[in-house]
């Protein structure tokens, strides 16, 4: 089948009972097939990181897969704040899919990091949907130029692993539409992914693998979403209402159950056909994508992999601090140097469940290390704690000596298996005590410590940080990670990561303390829209270290900013310009973050928000003219009783800077836009209806429909009338004006998410 397949004619051809089998996996891991019609099956696998396929594709199991380049996880990519490096990334997935016979790989995660004691938040990029939109979107892009399909997942509301199959996230629709929507809303609209995975819990109260709200009113009618809609692995509970609700494609394959239930509530009359054969139109498409791209894969460039792996790791690392500049540290100089911790041996560089990679080579950073510092026997080792297990004495004791005998101590410490996990969340956010133990022992006899963090969801800090002079926070970051981390530690790469997300003091800070996990089997968003940054700041609560923080070797200066409005309402535009400067000694990465804060708003809003970023390398005393456009959807809210998104027009500030929490540049715009009317309800004047841009045209329609009404063909009637209210509108026609319309606006604008 080539794309310009004609589908219609595949279609025709199509008993109802073949249609049905395609709208479910022939396999585990693939699509059914017609050989009668030539419809091939294809293979969708994991995702996201990396390619994990499965020798045995037949079969659903979670089995080791074939080597394949494990890059940096979703944490790691994420806090690079670099859309060119993601996409980057996504092009060498598509080339290692494609020699590996995969259509579509199963990712980006583009879910929001909620809680930090999400299991799956190193498969996820951000606590910020601007962040993971524009970063899912790059990766996305890159997949898909290679001829491989993505699949963003997990859609939606989908922020925990505590009973995540049948777990109800209860949103209020902004809460929805501000934080857990508009990342995959970004990544829809912008880089049209050719499947979009629904997840297995529910969104107030409706699976959403069978939610018509989330698949057929918001992803496909409003964003226009016309790729496939895939379920998550055992998402579906009822094919027919999945169907009904906006599902192509059930995996993994249920042996023909699901299509003889799909061809007998069609038969039976409860299920429109040409519900199947949209789904099976669409899934067509999907095959006659994929089988234009399958020509010869080509070879694939591993050892190019590894290295855009090692790249990409180290551009991720967020140096969290660097007291007195101790690093990087020196190779070439007399220093010696204890390296401690058993991960530095053994990497930590992805995390566990249906994203492991079999890696194709594996780089220590105890190897690395050595290997920059060179012959000379200045580096000792110490593993210190074991991987697993209780505090070992001797461990201990020996990396005390280890430590006293260096100059400096480098420390690995990270978050013990099965924390970064699928199907299940943490408890806490500390580290092993084996570790923390060892850490205070270490810095007791050597005061140079620096601290390299391994984990996918981030860790207190608090309890330890001024044991260690400097912290680099490495993540999971692939399987050229300790490679970077050596790279960074004697300056060969300069940190560039910032933090994608906060890093609180402590658990009981964190924005869903009091809602997570939830119970019965529901989990109330109760913080609303206020994740991450947006609780911290509306609290204007400390952190360990804020959105958006990351240090450099050299150091950046803002200035000369300048801001233009241009149009107003729907049109508006804010342009802005500023200059940052290199102020230090070595050429370095900046991250240039622009958040909006709404002045006077009739809506609680959040002190501050991301709304765009720039990531640029800038030589010593050099400095880079950079450039943002904010447009009204950036400055607007959702608002639930007019169904949309609002701009209130008023003063706008606008601040900028390296961090959520340093923001040196800041300049207050004034954008006019047309007053906001009240929501609509039958008291609401005719004038008032004319005027929104959903419910006029719901009215209009109806009045047109008045056959012979004076109303309907003489405007200036309608205009004598505008001043009264509908409902006195509806009265004065006698019952000739059907309200049928109204009434279903007025319903989905009180109770949206139905
Ligand atoms: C996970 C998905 C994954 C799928 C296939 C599910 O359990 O939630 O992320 O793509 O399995 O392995």
Redo the contacts with the bound molecule.
């Keep these: 089948m080539s794309e310009e397949a004609p589908i219609a004619d595949i279609l025709d051809a199509l008993t109802l009972e073949e249609k049905a089998s395609l709208l479910s996996g022939g396999s585990g891991w693939e699509t059914a097939a017609v050989e009668r019609l030539g419809v091939a099956a294809v293979m969708l696998?994991?995702?996201?990181h990396g390619v994990?396929r499965l020798a045995d594709v037949g079969r659903f199991s979670?089995d080791a897969s074939l080597p394949a380049t494990c890059f940096p996880t979703a944490a790691a990519l994420g806090s690079t704040w670099d859309a060119g490096l993601l996409t980057e990334v996504g092009e060498a997935l598509a080339a290692e899919s494609r020699a590996a016979g995969v259509a579509v790989l199963?990712?980006p995660?583009v879910n929001i990091k909620r809680t930090p004691l999400c299991g799956?938040n190193f498969?996820y990029l951000s606590e910020d949907p601007v962040i993971s939109g524009q970063l899912g979107a790059a990766l996305v892009r890159g997949i898909q130029s290679g001829g491989v399909g993505a699949?963003v997942?997990?859609f939606a509301a989908?922020n925990q692993e505590t009973g995540?199959m049948e777990i109800s996230a209860e949103a209020d629709v902004r809460t929805l539409r501000e934080i857990y929507l508009a990342g995959f809303e970004h990544v829809v609209t912008t880089a049209a992914p050719w499947t979009v995975?629904a997840?297995?819990n529910k969104v107030n109260g409706v699976h959403a693998a069978q939610n018509p709200w989330l698949l057929a009113k918001v992803l496909r009618a409003e964003w226009g979403f016309d790729g496939v809609v895939v379920s998550?692995?055992?998402a579906v509970l009822d094919p027919v209402a999945a169907a009904a609700a906006g599902l192509d494609l059930e995996?993994p394959g249920t042996g023909g159950s699901s299509a003889a239930r799909l061809a007998a509530a069609v038969n039976a009359g409860r299920l429109d056909e040409a519900v199947i054969d949209q789904a099976a139109a669409r899934l067509l498409k999907m095959l006659g994508r994929a089988a234009a791209a399958s020509g010869a894969p080509g070879e694939v460039d591993f050892a190019r992999h590894h290295a855009l792996a090692r790249r990409a790791a180290a551009e991720s690392a967020v140096l969290l601090k660097n007291e007195s500049a101790i690093l990087p540290l020196d190779p070439t100089g007399g220093m010696t140097l204890a390296v401690i911790g058993e991960i530095a041996r053994t990497p930590k560089f992805q995390g566990a469940?249906?994203?492991q990679v079999s890696a194709t080579q594996v780089d220590s950073a105890l190897d690395a290390i050595r290997e920059a510092v060179g012959e000379h026997p200045r580096v000792s080792f110490a593993p210190g704690y074991p991987l697993s297990g209780e505090q070992d004495p001797a461990l201990l004791a020996e990396a005390v000596t280890a430590a006293a005998a260096a100059e400096t101590a480098v420390v690995f410490l990270g978050l013990p298996d099965g924390a970064d996990a699928?199907?299940s969340d943490r408890e806490h956010l500390d580290l092993p005590d084996a570790q923390l133990r060892l850490l205070r022992a270490v810095a007791e006899v050597n005061r140079n410590v620096v601290v390299v963090l391994a984990n996918g969801g981030v860790v207190r800090v608090a309890t330890w940080e001024q044991q260690a002079r400097a912290i680099l926070e490495g993540w999971l970051n692939g399987q050229a990670g300790g490679g970077a981390v050596a790279d960074l530690l004697f300056g060969r790469a300069n940190p560039c990561g910032r933090l994608a997300e906060t890093i609180p003091l402590r658990l009981e800070d964190t924005p869903a303390y009091l809602n997570f996990p939830g119970s019965a089997g529901v989990v109330r968003y109760g913080e609303r829209h206020y994740v991450g940054y947006r609780y911290y700041d509306a609290k204007d609560m400390p952190v360990s270290y804020p959105f958006g923080h990351g240090l450099s070797y050299t150091s950046f200066a803002y200035s000369g900013l300048q801001a233009v409005v241009d149009g107003e309402g729907e049109d508006a535009v804010v342009r802005l310009q500023l200059t940052v400067t290199n102020e230090g000694t070595v050429t370095g990465k900046e991250v240039a973050q622009v958040y909006v804060s709404d002045v006077e708003s009739s809506v609680d809003r959040p002190v501050r928000e991301l709304k765009a970023f720039a990531k640029v390398e800038i030589a010593p005393g050099q400095s880079a003219l950079l450039s943002f456009e904010l447009r009204a959807r950036d400055l607007s809210f959702f608002s639930p009783v007019h169904g949309r998104w609002v701009l209130e027009g008023g003063d706008f500030e606008v601040s900028i800077g390296g961090s959520s929490r340093d923001l040196p540049l800041t300049a207050t715009v004034t954008v006019p836009a047309p007053p906001l009317a009240g929501p609509l309800t039958l008291a609401s004047s005719v004038r008032e209806w004319l005027a929104d841009p959903v419910g006029g045209p719901v009215l209009m329609e109806a009045i047109a429909a008045m056959q012979g009404s004076a109303l309907a063909s003489d405007p200036a009637i309608l205009r004598m009338v505008e001043s009264r209210s509908l409902d006195r509108l509806i009265a004065m026609t006698g019952g000739r004006l059907d309200t049928t319309g109204i009434g279903d606006f007025l319903s989905q604008a009180t109770c949206e998410t139905r």
């Design positions: 696998t994991d995702g996201p994990r979670l199963l990712g995660g799956r498969e699949s997942k997990h989908n995540r995975m997840s297995y998550d692995w055992g995996m469940g249906s994203s699928e199907g």
